[in-house]
């Protein structure tokens, strides 16, 4: 089947058609993936991820690549076949940086210090060994992945591309993390609170991180130097810490009593504005508009009330639509035989495996120190190898720069879906004898053929506070 099977040359519609379409697909073939892999006890973002992936030049585009053209590839009018393949996905890029300031948004709003207000000990010394390790040995890693031809982007950025995977070795995905949390059923534990504590505490950190590189890496097409660009970082951080958070905090929560726990329109519309004016000035400072979404969720996450409002609003739109969108533009910038083009199986098996023991060790050791047991150590450790969206979102920031290429971009989004296709099954060997074994069992995850639906109704700061009775973080 050719492209113009599907589509008329000489139309205006045409492209609006062929997004659409593609957008349907995508979203079919997403929820499809959703159920099977929830069904097979993993996270939903696992299946929308892996519909991505198949819709890709991995699967389809290689299989069936007279469907693939005729689905992301259609004749435009006046175009080559290069320029209508581009134009479309810019388009579809777009809606899935559209979702990502979203999503970011959504995950600001749950580094909230509800998570260690009770104690920070434990929790800064797991993030601590599982950001500065995992950094470490991710740097010669980079550098010896880096030197091979064809590893590094268009723009020939070698230390950032360095950076990038080294930041990729380190991530840990919050909101995944969260989801897993709540579908298990046991969130409101001390297992749970530590890990999520230990999860934001290297979220915040690594963003902070990301968004220097990215200063770094578009400091010549901003027009400014690099310590300029920090400058512009930092008077742009104090803006929200001084300014955002106090004034916006205020009153939101004067709207909120207002409108007793909900926002009106003009007040949403308001905040949206802030938002997608965030993350505009974030992207014409030089670091990336995800930043300036993020930020803004964390200089906002103290408001009562308010991240369960924002959460209850954005998250179906976001993860109902945005989300799958965005794993499928990661998946069609994913061929996993261009990847095999550079390196070879084992090289790649070997940088799976170093990815995972680099987080999982230190992260295990810091938590037996610190008086859990080894069974819970090696539990913590492998919730804080959960890298998810977070490690997809890391490898695009990379890509779009210029600094991955296809093949280098590949390895670190497979990196990032094989880790969290890892954790839901060590959760689940290692549970017994711990805190979590008694509601694994009452909500038939352990040892049962059948698997629980998954808990969509609530989010993680919800849920977080309906457990503000949990013990707290520093005591067991």
Known sequence: MGGAALFAVGDGEVLVRAVLLQIVVILVAARAAAVVVRRLGQPAVVGEFLAGLALGPSLLGRWQPELFA????????????????????????????????????????????????????????????????????????????????????????????????????????LPVLARILIDLGVLGTHLARLAL????????????????????????????????????????????????????????????????????????????????????????????????????????????????????????????FFLPIFFAYAGLRTDVFVMLEVWSWPVCLGVLAAAALVKWVPCTLAARWHGLSWREAALMGSLMNTRGLMGLVVASMGRDVGALSP?????????????????????????????????????????????????????ASEAIAATSEAPPIMKK
Not at 146 to 154: F, H, L, R, T, V
Not at 438 to 455: F, H, K
Request: glycine letters at 12%; proline letters at 5%.
């Open 197 to 320: 504590a230990s999860a934001a505490i290297t979220d915040g950190a690594m963003w902070c991180l990301l968004a220097g590189i990215t200063a770094w890496v578009n400091r010549r097409e901003v027009g400014m130097g690099f310590g300029q660009s920090l400058l512009f970082l930092a008077t742009f951080v104090l803006v929200m810490a001084f300014v955002i958070r106090p004034w916006g905090g205020k009153y939101l929560r004067r709207a909120l009593q207002r409108g007793e726990g909900r926002l009106s329109l003009p007040v949403w519309t308001g905040l949206l504005v802030l938002l997608l004016l965030s993350a505009y000035t974030a992207s014409g400072i030089g670091i990336h508009a995800w930043f300036g979404a993020f930020a803004l969720g964390v200089a906002l996450a103290s408001v009562p009330g308010f991240p369960a409002e924002a959460t209850a609003r954005l998250r179906t739109l976001t993860q109902g």
């Open 70 to 173: 005729a689905l992301f590839r259609p004749p435009l009018a006046g175009m080559t076949p290069e320029q209508s393949a581009l134009l479309v996905e810019q388009v579809l890029g777009f809606t899935a940086h559209l979702g990502l300031i979203f999503l970011l948004f959504l995950v600001g709003l749950e580094v909230d210090g509800r998570y260690f207000r009770r104690g920070w000990g434990q929790p800064v010394a797991i993030a601590g060994v599982g950001l500065l390790l995992p950094l470490l040995v991710g740097l010669p890693v980079g550098y010896g992945l880096a030197w091979e031809e064809g590893a590094i982007g268009e723009e020939g950025l070698l230390s950032p591309a360095v950076l990038f995977v080294a930041a990729a070795f380190a991530i840990t995905a």
């Open 407 to 459: 093949a280098l971009f590949a390895l670190l989004v497979l990196m990032a879906e094989i880790m969290t296709l890892l954790t839901t099954p060590l959760v689940l060997l290692l549970a017994r004898g711990t805190e979590w074994e008694a509601p694994l069992r009452a909500s038939a995850w352990l040892w049962s053929q059948s698997v629980p639906a998954a808990d969509t109704s609530v989010s």
